[in-house]
């Protein structure tokens, strides 16, 4: 059994900053693939930022340069800090883990098998 619990999320203003959080409690696996995913009002769920077992990092180019990803050296903590945060970064943020997945290989959101309640991100003025 694997389960994710998130923290963090609420309204900010834009160009303000937030640091969402997700603890992922496992019997079986020691280390997971992570990921930080989003559904923004009415749109589909699209990815923010994943992180792998071997270390590979993607961003959606949405984020990048705003957003970092990072992940404890127990592979149990995942944490999203955002930056200049904008109006479209509204959304359900989710946090998701796989045991088996390789970012290399490509993926997307339906390839991680667990995922975290979600938190609601709203920015705006």
């Known amino acids: 059994q694997v389960k994710l619990v998130q923290t963090g999320g609420g309204t900010m203003q834009p160009g303000g900053s937030m640091t969402l959080s997700c603890v992922v409690a496992s019997r079986t696996y020691n280390y997971f693939s992570m990921g930080w995913f989003r559904q923004p009002p009415g749109q589909a769920r699209e990815e923010v930022a994943a992180i792998d077992k071997d270390g590979m990092i993607n961003y959606a180019d949405a984020v990048k340069g705003r957003f970092t990803i990072s992940q404890d050296d127990l592979h149990i903590t995942l944490d999203l800090q955002m930056n200049d945060l904008k109006p479209e970064d509204t959304g359900m943020y989710y946090c998701?883990?796989?045991?088996?997945?390789?970012?290399?290989?490509?993926?997307?959101?339906?390839?991680?098998?667990?995922w975290g309640q979600g938190t609601q991100v709203t920015v705006s003025s």
């Open positions: 998701a883990a796989d045991p088996y997945l390789r970012l290399a290989g490509g993926y997307s959101w339906r390839d991680f098998g667990y």
